[in-house]
């Protein structure tokens, strides 16, 4: 049961960080990130929590008692990890941790690169001249990569 619980969870943590990790890197304050991502991405994780544990209550209805306590345990479940754990606790100690969050040693970060996924480094290099757009003449004077 953990695993599963464990499953539905980590997509509610991915629509969470990811949100907090897109809006520090457009403004580089920690505890702004956080509580600006986690309210843009709290409507998504609550509604998709509020669907599977409507779900499972519904497995309630049923007259086998094994059924009804899986039912009951996996509602419970996801009802606790969405709104105790993903939108209270992980944001809180991300607060808490502050930038330090992000932070990727030398070493780790040859191994793992951190992706733009959201294209502000892109978006900086375009707009400080040292990359042009696709087809576009550089400027004079403008340094190429």
């Known amino acids: ?76 479940g996801v009802f606790l990890d969405a709104f105790v754990v993903r939108l209270t606790l992980v944001p809180a100690v991300m607060a808490l941790v502050g930038a330090r969050i992000w932070y990727h040693p030398r070493w780790f970060a040859r191994r793992v690169p951190d992706p733009d996924i959201e294209g502000h480094r892109l978006e900086l290099r375009l707009a400080d001249g040292t990359l042009t757009p696709a087809g576009a003449q550089p400027e004079q004077g403008a340094r190429v990569p």
């Open 1 to 76: 049961m953990l695993a599963i619980i464990f499953g539905l969870s980590s997509d509610y943590e991915v629509f969470v960080v990811s949100r907090v990790k897109e809006e520090y890197t457009k403004n580089g304050e920690a505890r702004r990130a956080v509580r600006r991502g986690t309210g843009l991405s709290a409507r998504v994780v609550t509604a998709a929590a509020l669907i599977m544990f409507s779900i499972f209550v519904a497995f309630m209805v049923t007259k086998d008692p094994t059924i009804k306590a899986i039912g009951f345990s996996f509602a419970v």
